[in-house]
């Protein structure tokens, strides 16, 4: 009976590291590492076999869609850039279609623990597949508005990606989609926009500096020590490094990015309360 009871206050001090609160950026990236370790099986049953699929397979289709443009002007050089540019848009769309339904999953996976809650990964992707048209479309909208403050200045783009750094959290988690998932993120970060950009700025930049420099000197190190002719076994090793480094990394950033939606939404609700 004592160690049921001592369980249940285990889980509810668990539970209580997670509760969302006002923290400093290293107390967020303590605690979304501390989170990671306690789900890793689920979020790496999900962006394993995911990131796989991205760099292997997908690729593999540009078979079918290889020199689509040929003979399309009769000018070589003008019908080989075509293909080239369907050939890319065709494989960087489905790629963001299949990462799409993981970003959505592993969000799923990793709320749904934090509110005590085991959704299992094969359901948490089913949820992402139904999720997905709402998601591309809203994913579509914060892009191409991206892309056209970026143009018009560096700043302005900045700024509009830091006011809608939540779409994502707001389609999934709070069911807003297309424009009202900008409109939500952009109310939730209007009055501490500093402390956002800053947190924003800081996780981006540490997982930048692991992927960039950490990761793939790490994997090409020990794949090349395996296999230094850099051949089949290079190939694989690589693969499964890259992957694994991965999982931390998707890991770390929604997780970290999860809890700051979720403090910046208790906090709004304090003040209109």
């Known amino acids: ?69 040929e003979g399309l002007t009769g000018w070589s050089f003008i019908d080989d850039f075509l293909s080239w540019v369907i050939e890319y848009i065709t494989i960087e769309f489905l790629r963001q279609l299949v990462g799409g339904i993981a970003w959505i999953a592993v969000i799923r996976v990793i709320a749904g623990a934090m509110h005590g809650d085991k959704i299992q990964s094969v359901q948490a992707i089913k949820d992402g597949t139904t999720m997905l048209p709402m998601y591309f479309v809203t994913a579509v909208i914060f892009y191409s508005l991206l892309i056209i403050s970026s143009l ?14 939540f779409w994502q959290y707001s389609y999934v988690l709070r069911g807003k989609g297309a424009f009202s998932a900008l409109a939500y993120s952009y109310s939730l970060v209007k009055d501490d926009f500093v402390r956002v950009f800053l947190n924003v700025f800081g996780i981006i930049l540490l997982l930048f500096v692991f992927d960039y420099f950490i990761l793939e000197s790490l994997s090409n190190v020990i794949a090349s020590t395996l296999d230094s002719e850099e051949g089949f076994v290079y190939d694989i090793v690589n693969a499964i ?8 990394e998707v890991g770390i950033e929604i997780i970290f990015l999860m809890m700051l939606f979720m403090a910046l939404e208790e906090e709004d609700t304090e003040i209109n309360n």
């Not at 107390?27 to 990671?36: P, R």
């Not at 018009?152 to 750094?165: D, E, N, Q």
């Not at 890259?242 to 999982?247: C, D, E, I, R, T």
């Open 1 to 69: 009976m004592d160690e049921i009871v001592d369980h249940e206050e285990s889980e509810v001090e668990s539970q209580e590291l997670f509760k969302p609160k006002k923290k400093s950026f290293f107390s967020l990236l303590f605690d979304s590492f501390k989170f990671f370790t306690l789900n890793l099986p689920s979020i790496a049953t999900i962006v394993i076999p995911v990131y796989l699929i991205v760099e292997f397979l997908v690729p593999l289709l540009s078979m079918f869609v290889d020199n689509l443009a």
């Open 152 to 165: 018009l200045l560096l700043v302005p783009g900045i700024i509009f990606a830091v006011y809608c750094a």
């Open 241 to 248: 490094l890259m992957a694994l480094g991965k999982v931390f």
